[in-house]
């Protein structure tokens, strides 16, 4: 009996829910109890310190230094009472994770004792090593020097690994030139120029507010399978998606995994990490499994951009070190299953002001909506001016494969705003005014017993990447594998100058107007102009037809289907003119390099994986089965005249076996001699070949050796098939 047979006779046996006692406790009771909040700061802190330590989380301003000791004592105390006996400056590297480095509370109080302690300087700055992190340019590897300097604005938790818990101060990570070599420094720099021109526009239209900040609700798409299964397959254990696999003889056709009943396995799974999160201050809510068998989803309330993006990255290690526990495995690469589905992270964006107003919800100020007005317009325009740098912002190997297709938006950026606003904005554009309003309606069918339900403004677009959803703007297109914190950025930044443009012509004409009709007209001019500059980039209708594909590009819509192709735009002079005192042009030119270097990584780890599993696990299985047909084939040929057998459909499946073998190593082959010729190249032009040349016979290479799995011996194939890893979790 073969290893996969074995597993796959033991996996009906794998159950793990929780306990009784486990499922009593209730979220409330333990949201936050691993996070030095305010709460525990208000307790254990002087008040003046708490003043200044919660105005530094707000970004008010900078923690003083004489109060850093205090603070530093308060903090070790509190985790030292969980059992904490490390600390880590907790940071967001290039490479798309996060990053620590732990250090024991111990120091020296004489030759043979030690004590804990832990001071101000280690609370607000670390050094790591930081030649080895991604860095091109900007660093050489002889330049080791980095720091780490504690973030107020996201707040400090303890993490449990191991057998033990250890205090994380989430970070910035900068060089010792002071280049930025981190995600968060841009994140919180795009975040303080937005709040600038938001209370710019605040005051033009009336609104109280002292500071305003960008929020996310990130939607978390994945896949779980059996972990014993995961283990059989290098490509999932190396890269987390299959680079072999014919498809299931049942996928996701039948549309009945979608919000069906989640099996027990995964729920406990899914109650395990939320309990996890919740520890951490994660405020999850939302849990269901999504379109692909074995996918599924959870989302959190919206947040703070800064603090949302730090537990998005905490909550994917939570659920991939917790299915680890389970006998599971988390896969959250954006598409672990070729012809399904694959995984997002929807990026639902807003902005918030310190009063609790969502300002891109209408109904928050029903009487007073002008700034509501102003900023869709500098929204739309922003992402006209710039919908290749977007494209670029979610740009990898991984989400190359997702993007286009299976409720994925495609590669073309466009903006769905939903019949409502399409009328209003298309009343600006005309005339020149805003009359159109429409009363909510309310669904009536027709059954006496159910309460009346309420109609949104607008239908949803799911093939749409960037969607107006009735108070919010979600950005489909992000990878569920990656740190959203550069789209993030882009999405301040270019809000940031198209409203600054707005408002300079805004403030130019409304001086001169007396009444406030005047001012009224002078803005519906202004807005009229920029909404007929970026009237391209909406787009209402089906983003996958082939009429949206040949319309976009007669509107002037790049359409990358290659991340390497959208990355060319990083060091454009209008990138780097958005970019100002956010990232340097040198910064921008390193974040190209290292977005292309990573493209060529992942995609060479592909192309090896496909060569060696072939060779060394499938072409022996291949050869081992032809073995045993032409055996069996002979011995039918001595029993008949040799010319009878040709002729039977025996002999000629004989041969298409052969042909099929024959026509794998072929490929095969010649995706390893482009492979070799790939690696040659430089950064820019190796990511390229391989978005290109190699990309092309990978896909030659797994359609013949997909072919053969669906020829060869079922008992003979040595990987497990999707049938197993989708529907036998």
Not at 187 to 192: E, K, N, Y
Not at 343 to 363: E, I, R, Y
Not at 428 to 457: C, F, H, M, W
Request: hydrophobic share 40%; aromatic share 8%; with cysteine.
């Amino acid at each position: 009996m073969s290893v996969r047979e074995t597993i796959l006779k033991e996996m009906g046996k794998k159950r793990q829910c929780k306990t009784e006692k486990e499922l009593q406790k209730t979220s409330s009771e333990n949201f936050g109890k691993y996070v030095f909040s305010r709460i525990v700061m208000q307790k254990m802190l002087p008040r003046e310190i708490y003043k200044n330590i919660v105005k530094a989380m707000e970004g008010q301003e900078k923690i003083k230094q004489e109060y850093a000791d205090t603070i530093a004592v308060a903090i070790k105390e509190w985790a030292m009472s969980h059992g904490a006996t490390h600390y880590s400056h907790w940071f967001q590297p290039l490479t798309g994770a996060s990053a620590e480095k732990h250090d024991a509370f111990i120091d020296w109080n004489a030759p043979d004792q030690v004590i804990e302690k832990f001071s101000g300087k280690q609370l607000i700055q670390g050094e790591p090593d930081a030649s080895s992190f991604p860095s091109r340019r900007l660093r050489c590897t002889y330049e080791a020097r980095g720091y780490t300097g504690w973030d107020p604005t996201s707040p400090i938790f303890l993490w449990r690994g191991g057998d033990g818990l250890i205090l994380c101060i989430p970070s910035v990570f900068f060089s010792w030139t002071g280049d930025v070599l981190d995600s968060k420094i841009p994140l919180l720099r795009s975040d303080a120029r937005l709040n600038r021109s938001v209370l710019r526009l605040l005051k033009l239209t009336g609104l109280p507010a002292h500071y305003v900040n960008s929020t996310l609700g990130l939607e978390q798409e994945y896949f779980v399978v059996d972990r014993s299964l995961r283990n059989l397959r290098p490509d999932l254990v190396l890269l987390g998606k299959t680079v072999l696999g014919a498809p299931s003889p049942k996928g996701q056709e039948l549309q009945d995994h979608y919000f069906g009943s989640v099996k027990d396995r995964i729920l406990a799974f899914m109650q395990s990490f939320e309990t996890a999160a919740i520890e951490l201050g994660i405020p999850v809510k939302t849990r269901h499994n999504e379109v692909a068998p074995a996918q599924h989803e959870v989302a959190p309330v919206f947040e703070k951009a800064s603090a949302a993006i730090d537990h998005n990255l905490l909550l994917m290690e939570l659920m991939r070190r917790l299915a680890e526990h389970q006998g599971l495995a988390c896969l959250l690469h954006e598409k672990p299953f070729a012809a399904m589905n694959g995984s997002g992270k929807h990026c639902n964006w807003s902005l918030s002001t310190d009063t609790g107003v969502n300002l891109l919800d209408p109904s928050d100020t029903p009487h007073n909506n002008m700034h509501f007005l102003i900023l869709l317009t500098a929204i739309l325009h922003g992402i006209y001016q710039h919908s290749a740098l977007l494209r670029a912002s979610i740009g990898s190997a991984s989400n190359d494969y997702r993007l286009g297709g299976h409720e994925a938006p495609p590669a073309i950026i466009s903006v769905y705003l939903g019949e409502e606003l399409e009328e209003l904005l298309e009343e600006i554009e005309v005339k020149g005014i805003a009359s159109v309003t429409r009363v909510k309606n309310q669904y009536d069918l027709g059954l006496a017993v159910i309460p009346d339900l309420a109609k949104e403004s607008t239908d949803r677009n799911r093939t749409s990447p960037f969607a107006f959803t009735g108070n919010k703007f979600e950005f489909r297109a992000v990878g569920s594998s990656s740190n959203p914190s550069f789209s993030a950025t882009l999405l301040n930044l270019i809000v940031d100058e198209s409203l600054h443009l707005i408002l300079d012509e805004i403030e130019t004409i409304v001086k001169d107007k007396n009444s406030s009709e005047a001012h009224l007209q002078a803005i519906m001019s202004v807005l009229q102009k920029y909404l007929r500059i970026s009237k391209g980039i909406r787009f209402t209708g089906d983003n996958y037809s082939e009429e949206w594909v040949k319309e976009a590009q007669r509107r002037g819509l790049p359409n990358l289907k290659r991340s390497p192709e959208a990355f060319k735009f990083l060091t454009q002079p209008k990138t780097i003119k958005l970019f100002e005192n956010v990232l340097t042009a040198q910064e921008l030119i390193s974040r190209q390099e290292i977005m292309m270097e990573q493209y060529a990584h992942h995609m060479n780890i592909e192309a090896n994986l496909i060569v060696e599993m072939y060779r060394t696990k499938i072409f022996p299985a291949a050869i081992d089965y032809q073995n045993i047909l032409a055996t069996s084939f002979l011995q039918i040929r001595e029993a008949l005249a040799p010319h009878q057998f040709h002729s039977t459909k025996q002999a000629l499946y004989l041969k298409h076996y052969n042909d099929a073998i024959e026509e794998s190593l072929r490929y095969v082959d010649e995706l390893e001699k482009e492979r070799q010729e790939a690696c040659e190249l430089d950064v820019e032009a190796q990511a390229l070949a391989f978005s290109e040349k190699v990309h092309h016979k990978m896909e030659q290479a797994r359609g013949a050796i997909d072919h053969l799995e669906t020829l060869v011996d079922d008992e003979r194939w040595p990987l497990p098939k999707y049938r197993e890893l989708l529907f036998m979790v």
